[in-house]
């Protein structure tokens, strides 16, 4: 993740916001246990989640890493009974390949929201649109994705 971060292409975490996630994670590896990439899903409500952090190693795209990736994270997120999931990314092009739509419109219900608000996790605020994470997220793009 780190040489995205550095390129602002990804945020950039605390370890002990890694940690706190580790069980959100996946990663995938080769025969020798390197890492070949990555990617989280997190719960947001009941029936919606993000993906977060997707990222495969430079010298490793194109091979089909990213799609196992967020193939597997939509299989977790259908065992949950999420039904949309939400994503803020540069990569448009990638995540249109996986069904993903880009909206600016996406919202939930106003008891949600007001739960919603609440919480500390920025991944959220990115979600709500909250002002405080302009800076972070200027150029991303929302996309949404119903889950069948």
Known sequence: MEPLVDAR???GKDLVVLYESVQEFIVAVDD??????CGALHVFWEDLGEIRSLTVA?????LGIGHSLIEELEREARQLGL????CLSFEVDFFQSHGFSVHDDETVDPA??????RSPDEGVAEFLDLARVKPNTLGNSRLFKKLA
């Open 83 to 86: 039904t949309r999931l939400f």
């Open 58 to 62: 430079p010298d490793k795209k194109n």
């Open 9 to 11: 292409v990804l945020l």
């Open 112 to 117: 949600v929201y007001a739960e919603l608000v």
């Open 32 to 37: 020798a246990g390197e890492i070949l990439g």
